[in-house]
């Protein structure tokens, strides 16, 4: 006897792993007769899942963007700092640096922001020697025109479509400190590729932007060192900080950090994301999980009166949550797939770009992260399958009788 | 081949509230026979239904089917009972009310993954048999009494099941309903099925086709 | 009989493909191909600045990387959490 019912035992459990498509049809009939429950959760849960993964694929995109850059940028940035404020460097610190074994190069930089007060905007200015043959074989590779102007300056295209706005086609009249004007020619722009790059910044010579920002020949705005050995650039740091003891140094490592700490779940949009999401989600799941309603009961104790065995009640509550979890999951992400990288995600950019008006483009660049899809995956299906799957069980396990009376 | 060892079964709705629905049910019934339980209400005939379909297990005793402890049976097992021997027609049919009478009559058959061919033959036979065909996509709280009593017969029908149990059938039927039901009771009786029908309607007392009448009180048998 | 599960399956293979074939798209048509990286690297190469150009309202969300906290204080203290896409991009590289 007992021999016979494990090799029955046994035989239903290999029978209850393969798919039943009468409790696949069962299921899809029970969906069906609380349409309008089933769609308003449906509904939720796309939006849900559609909003969570937009954020997601941005804030990828944008560390993607960030991280394959992020090896061009200075090894070593050292800024003056005064009373905790960021002030010019004396050009004179330059051969101190130099003076530290390992390093290979040490270059003053001259850069700022002005203020473009009739479009209230702030314009990132570069400041490069024009002259060099490096630069000049970049600046035409990347706004595509032939011939190469050291006096003039070369826009993003942000920029260039503001001043146009403003009225300015070919050239733009810079204020200088002291209320007098700095006339400069646009000699060309960014291609649309570098877009998210570039759209803010206006580039041209070291001296057009030092008489811009009446910057005296013997200071900078910061120092960039080069060093023979990435491996030293930590101790070459920290030797700069010992011969300058006002520098901030920052290097090649503290930037990549600093992306990594970008869209930090600790703060700001994703704190306010989590807990919006998982407070909806909780909502819906308490619902669920605190009992069937006395009509699904009544519902379970007849299936097993005539015969369906616990494991059948769960195995088709499996499918009716799996349908319309599955399918939620399925419809938002398509939803924000197309959202992001085909419409460039509207409304919710404007979380990203804020109140600027230099708004660049929103066209991110398409990374596949298996890793996001499986973890907003996690944080959905299963938890929504066990929200209706352990209330079942609770009621399947109870004596028919006693339901159906 | 069904048997009754001095079978006890209590409820206990409270601790101070203990109700005794049988008490020391010593009975056998043979394959094939129609029995009659009569009773007034709480007279435990319901219970006996309860413990032959093992829907619930006895305080004390023992209930065997065809050799088997049916009381000892497990969960799982209980149900694979039910489902290969039992045809149950509740007392307030116990159907589900948003599903067609096709589907309500189907879900005894939808654990067992069938051919799709052999589950529409089986269905179509026994709707017809139970003359329910031509509703077979109506929603079943769209029919009257009388057709949802043919519905839940069907329903208990379509295993093929040894044992029906039928609980106070006629409850919510006038006389002509009820005489319909007791034909189709006929025709099972034919097919050699073990029929136990729980009443107190004086419509079934005294007929031909009835092989024993049991009377019951408080619980036990009386006669 | 099974015509709802044929209906669901249909569903079910539709959103796959079309899932498939967004995918598809997007990795043929938007992904950073080769000469937009070396532009980019260029471009960065060049100009020597963190920080894309996607939040320009104010100096310390623009290069984030570079400023700290007496950068928001140079302006406003209480000006902290005026602009929009500070709520986004915080975490400074001094906290």
Same mark, same amino acid.
Do not use: C, W
């Given at each position: 006897m007992e021999v016979y019912e494990n090799t029955l035992n046994l035989a239903m459990q290999i029978q209850v792993l393969s798919m039943n498509k009468y409790l696949i049809e069962y299921a899809i009939n029970s969906i069906l007769r609380q349409k309008s429950k089933n769609i308003f959760i449906f509904i939720v849960f796309t939006l849900l899942i559609f909003l969570l993964t937009s954020i997601f694929f941005i804030t990828n995109s944008i560390k993607y963007e960030l991280n394959s850059t992020v090896?061009?940028?200075?090894q070593i940035i050292v800024q003056n700092y005064k009373g905790g404020r960021h002030y010019d460097i004396e050009i004179s610190k330059v051969d101190k640096i130099l003076s530290?074994? #390992?390093?290979?190069e040490s270059v003053a930089r001259v850069w700022g922001y002005y203020y473009f007060e009739n479009a209230d905007v702030h314009f990132t200015l570069v400041g490069i020697d024009m002259f060099e043959n490096q630069y000049k074989k970049s600046l035409t590779h990347l706004t595509q025109i032939s011939s190469f102007d050291e006096s003039s300056m070369y826009l993003g295209r942000g920029v260039k479509k503001l001043m146009y706005k403003n009225y300015y086609k070919n050239y733009f009249n810079f204020i200088k400190p002291n209320g007098t004007v700095k006339k400069i020619d646009i000699a060309g722009v960014f291609n649309s590729d570098i877009e998210l790059e570039s759209n803010d910044m206006i580039v041209m010579s070291k001296e057009n932007l030092r008489e811009i920002f009446a910057?005296?020949?013997?200071?900078? %705005?910061d120092i960039v060192v080069k060093v023979s050995?990435?491996?030293?650039i930590d101790t070459i740091a920290l030797k700069i900080k010992e011969i300058i003891p006002t520098a901030r140094v920052i290097t090649n490592e503290d930037i990549k950090v600093s992306y990594e700490h970008?869209?930090?779940?600790?703060?700001?949009i994703f704190l306010a994301l989590f807990i919006i999401s998982l407070f909806t989600f909780f909502i819906i799941i308490y619902d669920k999980a605190s009992g069937l309603s006395s009509e699904e009961k009544h519902e379970v104790g007849i299936l097993k009166a005539i015969g369906w065995r616990v494991e059948d009640i769960l195995q088709e509550k499996f499918y009716e949550s799996f349908i319309i979890s599955f399918f939620s999951y399925l419809l938002g992400v398509i939803f924000a797939f197309a959202f992001v990288?085909?419409?460039?995600a509207p409304l919710i950019r404007d979380i990203f770009?804020?109140?600027?008006?230099?708004?660049?483009? !929103? /066209?991110l660049s398409f990374i596949m992260d298996f890793q996001t899809l499986f973890l907003v995956f996690l944080l959905s299906v299963p938890i929504y399958i066990a929200s209706i799957i352990i209330p079942s069980w609770r009621v399947a396990t109870l004596d028919a009788d006693e339901v159906i009376r | 081949m069904i048997t009754f060892k001095n079978v006890t079964k209590t409820y206990e709705i409270n601790t101070n509230n203990i109700i005794q629905?049988?008490?020391?049910i010593d009975i056998t019934f043979k394959e094939g026979e129609v029995i009659l339980l009569k009773g007034? /209400?709480? *007279?435990?005939k319901s219970s006996i239904l309860s413990l032959i379909a093992a829907l619930s297990k006895p305080t004390s005793g023992e209930v065997i089917v065809d050799s088997k402890?049916?009381?000892?049976?497990s969960d799982n097992f209980a149900s694979i009972y039910r489902r290969d021997n039992i045809g149950f027609i509740f007392q307030k049919y116990?159907?589900? @009310? %948003?599903? *067609?009478v096709k589907d309500n009559i189907l879900l005894p058959l939808v654990?067992?993954?069938?051919?799709a061919d052999d589950v529409e033959i089986k269905l179509n036979t026994v709707m017809q048999k139970f003359s329910i065909f031509h509703k077979? $996509?109506?929603?079943?709280?769209?029919? *009257?009494g009388g057709e949802q009593q043919r519905v839940a017969i069907a329903r208990s029908y379509i295993n093929e099941p040894k044992i029906i149990l039928a609980d106070? @059938? %006629?409850?919510?039927?006038?006389k002509k309903l009820s005489e319909k039901f007791i034909e189709i009771m006929k025709e099972l009786k034919e097919m050699n099925k073990t029929i136990i029908i729980a009443t107190? $309607?004086?419509?079934? !007392? #005294? &007929?031909?086709?009835?092989d024993r009448e049991i009377e019951m009180s408080d619980g036990k048998i009386i006669v | 009989m099974n015509k709802k599960s044929k209906y669901l399956f249909i569903t079910f293979i539709s959103l796959s493909v079309i899932l498939f074939l967004e995918v598809i798209y997007l990795q043929i048509f938007n992904t950073m191909n080769d000469s937009d990286l070396v532009q980019k690297n260029m471009f960065v190469k060049t100009v020597g600045l963190p920080d894309?150009?996607? *939040?320009?309202? %104010?100096s310390y969300i623009r290069h984030r990387s570079l400023s700290d906290i007496f950068s928001i204080y140079s302006v $406003?203290? =209480? &000006?902290?959490?005026? =602009?929009?896409s500070s709520y986004a991009n915080t975490s400074l590289i001094n906290e």
């Open positions: 090896n061009s940028l200075p530290i074994s #390992g390093v290979q910057l005296k020949e013997n200071m900078a %705005t050995n990435p491996n030293e970008l869209f930090n779940y600790k703060s700001g990288y085909l419409f460039e770009i804020g109140y600027s008006n230099l708004k660049p483009s !929103f /066209s | 629905a049988v008490e020391n007034a /209400s709480g *007279s435990g402890k049916i009381s000892k049976l116990n159907l589900i @009310p %948003t599903l *067609s654990p067992l993954n069938l051919k077979k $996509d109506i929603i079943v709280k769209n029919l *009257s106070e @059938p %006629t409850a919510n039927l006038d107190h $309607d004086p419509l079934f !007392f #005294g &007929l031909e086709f009835i | 894309l150009a996607i *939040s320009t309202e %104010t $406003d203290g =209480s &000006l902290r959490e005026y =602009s929009k």
